[in-house]
């Protein structure tokens, strides 16, 4: 069964730092795409960050580039999101999803449709 399990969300004052981990369990992900998405109250969900297959490719939004990094480690079937310089607009829920893309080690998705299977979210406040 695949499964998809987000941890490592909580409060943190303005400023701060979080990391966030994504643990794929009933599958390997090292043929997997991964993205980060949050969805904020009231708001859609939106992408945060990406990661090709190969690791080579990133991506990330003009609200979070610089301050944010992706990363994957297959040997511990796992992608991480870690989050400095937290701002409180980037409270939200965190959603890490993932997808087959074994004839695109470069590529990396950002569309949530382009996903086939999602954690259940880790809850992000920052606020002080």
């Known amino acids: 069964q695949v499964q998809l399990v987000e941890s490592g969300g909580g409060l943190v004052h303005p400023g701060g730092s979080l990391r966030l981990s994504c643990a794929a369990s009933g599958f390997t992900l090292e043929y997997y795409a991964i993205g980060w998405f949050r969805q904020a109250p009231g708001k859609e969900r939106e992408a945060v960050s990406a990661?090709?297959?190969?690791?080579?490719?990133?991506y990330y939004a003009d609200s979070v580039r610089g301050r944010f990094t992706i990363s994957r480690d297959n040997a511990k079937n796992t992608v991480y999101l870690q989050m400095n310089s937290l701002k409180p607009e980037d409270t939200a829920v965190y959603y890490c999803?993932?997808?087959?893309?074994?004839?695109?080690?470069?590529?990396?998705?950002?569309?949530?449709?382009?996903?086939?299977?999602w954690g259940q979210g880790t809850q992000v406040t920052v606020s002080s």
């Open positions: 990661i090709s297959v190969s690791g080579a490719n990133t």
């Open positions: 999803a993932t997808r087959k893309a074994f004839y695109c080690s470069a590529c990396y998705y950002t569309a949530a449709d382009q996903y086939n299977y």
